[in-house]
């Protein structure tokens, strides 16, 4: 295989070698029910362990890429059409793995703010501590999807500050942090099914107390550092959830 994997990148392995193989799958390099190479091919090939090859496996079956034969191996997959948001992943990133377009996105507001006690909270920052937020609204072909507010520590607010294509709404927030070192180690999210508040439906242009869904989500690092924390609300009947699940 052409590709190697960067040892000073700050992308985990695992994501680096899941992006190798899903380009390859997805360009018919490996082609549809062929074997991938098995765990310990990859591990030799790429230099891995055999735990960073497995989640990789992992995240392909989950992604649809690939399935898992008993007692035979790994197998290519073409992942099924859907218009659904991963909440594993950014917005922007699920429906672009999708080959959706027609995807606009409005940033309302950007700036320092004083926390709500549950922002502080989640970013474990004191009550007076400002955190910088960064306010959008999501749309699928002309019709309001998402309306989300990401809020960061200073010490990512710098990193975002300058990063224009971020702050207008043209660029990946995801693939920003990941590149100035903020991975993800874990993340938190709670979901509710709740009535539209009448700023959230302005947001999103539906009458207030219309159902929508809040997703919160807290994401820190190996060291255990809250880097983001946002809540969207999202309207379904645009974009379902789709949560993947695989067996172990």
């Not at 190798?20 to 790429?46: D, H, K, M, N, T």
């Not at 306010?135 to 998402?146: H, K, N, P």
Request: proline letters at 5%.
């Amino acid at each position: 295989m052409a590709h190697t994997i960067e040892r000073v990148s700050p992308v985990p392995y695992y994501e680096q070698l899941y992006e190798i193989l899903r380009e390859q799958i997805s360009q018919g390099e490996i082609a549809e029910e062929e074997r991938l190479p098995s765990e310990l091919e990859l591990c030799r090939e790429f230099g891995l362990s055999r735990a960073t090859v497995r989640q990789t496996l992992t995240k392909l079956e989950n992604d649809g890429y690939a399935h898992r034969i008993p007692r035979r191996g790994v197998f290519a997959s073409v992942p099924g059409q859907t218009a659904g948001w991963t909440v594993q992943e950014g917005f922007l990133e699920s429906q672009l793995r999708h080959g959706r377009t027609g995807i606009t996105t409005t940033v309302v507001q950007t700036g320092y703010v004083t926390p709500e006690a549950h922002v502080a909270d989640a970013l474990r920052v004191g009550p007076d501590t400002e955190v910088f937020a960064l306010e959008r609204v999501r749309s699928l072909d002309g019709r309001r999807a998402m309306y989300s507010t990401n809020w960061f520590p200073r010490e990512v607010a710098r990193t975002i500050a300058s990063e224009s294509g971020v702050l207008d709404g043209s660029a990946s927030l995801n693939g920003h942090l990941r590149s100035a070192g903020f991975v993800s180690s874990g993340a938190q999210r709670v979901i509710h099914a709740l009535a539209a508040p009448d700023a959230v439906a302005a947001h999103l242009d539906v009458e207030p107390g219309h159902p929508v869904l809040r997703v919160r989500s807290s994401s820190w690092a190996a060291d255990g550092t809250r880097f983001d924390y946002y809540e969207t609300w999202v309207l379904t009947d645009v974009i379902p959830l789709e949560v993947s699940v695989s067996a172990s």
